[in-house]
């Protein structure tokens, strides 16, 4: 049993992560949200954590009248999110917060010495070797909760980094799976919000429509676990049942398969190295049938191109990349730019914010407000 630091607990993944909590028998000591404090109430009455935060202080306010009729601290704004990542009581911190905001959490759960059950992608792509770097230092262990990279992690138990040829790591393709860029012109929000397999939020669904998603995962998987972008194959399968795979050096190829659900490898995090039973569904072969696997269309898909760019350019690229495309994808979920102009508000940025080679806190925070402002720029066109 492990007690645990929800940071993000009213997205997808934090709803989730209570769900396995529950079954699985481990505490929740912190939780903390942005501003839907309606749910956060709701969640802090069932679980009863030392602390609650809420990272928009009006918010907090409110989340603490609400349960002034409880023992439970509410805290407001980033120091209450970093107090609930650094909770001394808490032996893991899951990073379940969206976008570059889950760094400075991360980090600091990560200087607490904790086990972080990491769900915030752009934590690696940001910032991956700072973050590993850190981790070693301080004796973290960072476990991947992304189900692709949960599969890697979990097909790599066992082995040695020189054994390692080749990642597969795989994609659903998204719901415009096979599509030219022309029937993408006229995407709307609410259709490219319609994933075929997974249940996930707003900006991982949309990410995942145009492929930003995997390239950012490439990213993840470089730093997580030690390899060159030439090392990483991305093939899309659509049936999201094989959720990625190691090929060795003797041409074998360990995967681990299960079905689309994310509490399975919230659940590995939280248990590894044992496993236990969950509530996860068993998987039925019988009923999946095949299983199929093609080629990403870079051309068409043009995000995923792009953040093959930035992990060969390195250094602040790959933070420029991801500070843009949260931009762009706002943007799009607003109405104000197309599904077609996402890759170009990040190609705009990539092509015009100046690099650092070195990476630190402040080179990376940088190249972030930077990229946000170049993307803004070539939104409004």
């Not at 309606?38 to 603490?64: K, M, V, Y």
């Not at 770097?133 to 979990?154: L, N, T, Y």
């Not at 930035?310 to 197309?338: H, Q, S």
């Amino acid at each position: 049993m492990r007690a645990l630091s929800v940071l993000g607990s009213t997205g997808s993944i934090g709803r989730q992560t209570l769900e396995v909590a529950a079954a699985c028998g481990h505490r929740v000591l912190a939780l903390t949200a942005h501003h839907n404090i309606a749910l956060l109430e709701q969640q802090a009455r069932t679980f009863h954590p030392i602390l609650a935060a809420a990272a928009d202080p009006t918010a907090a306010a409110a989340l603490a009248m609400r349960l002034s009729d409880t023992d439970i601290r509410v805290l407001a704004g980033e120091e209450g999110v970093l107090a609930a990542a650094r909770l001394p009581q808490a032996d893991t911190a899951v990073t379940a917060l969206v976008g570059i905001a889950g760094l400075a959490p991360t980090l600091a759960a990560i200087d607490s010495g904790k086990r972080i059950a990491l769900a915030n992608k752009e934590t690696l792509v940001c910032a991956g070797p700072l973050v590993m770097a850190r981790a070693r230092e301080k004796g973290a262990e960072i476990v991947p909760v992304d189900s692709e990279h949960s599969a890697i992690f979990q097909s790599l138990q066992g082995s040695s980094p020189k054994e390692i040829r080749r990642i597969l790591l795989t994609a659903s393709g998204g719901p415009f799976f096979g599509w030219s860029r022309e029937a993408l012109e006229g995407v709307t929000p609410a259709r490219a919000l319609q994933h075929p397999n997974w249940s996930m939020g707003a900006k991982v669904t949309i990410d995942s429509a145009t492929l930003m998603n995997k390239g950012l995962e490439l990213l993840e998987a470089m730093s997580l676990f030690d390899v060159p972008p030439e090392k990483i194959q991305i093939l899309i399968h659509r049936e999201s049942i094989l959720h990625s795979a190691v090929e060795y050096c003797d041409n074998s190829v360990i995967a681990q398969l299960g079905d689309p659900d994310m509490r399975l490898p919230i659940q590995y995090a939280l248990s590894w190295p044992d496993r236990t039973p969950g509530p996860a569904r068993p998987l039925d072969l019988l009923s999946v049938g095949k299983l199929t696997f093609a080629q990403p269309d870079l051309e068409t898909f043009r995000c995923l191109a792009l953040a093959i760019r930035a992990a060969r350019e390195g250094g602040t690229a790959p933070a420029i990349l991801n500070g843009a495309n949260e931009v762009a994808v706002e943007r799009f979920l607003a109405g104000k730019i197309g599904f077609l102009q996402i890759p170009q508000v990040v190609e705009a940025a990539l092509d015009t914010v100046p690099r650092a080679a070195a990476l630190t806190l402040e080179s990376i925070q940088a190249a972030d407000q930077a990229a946000r402002r170049a993307a803004a720029r070539a939104a409004e066109g």
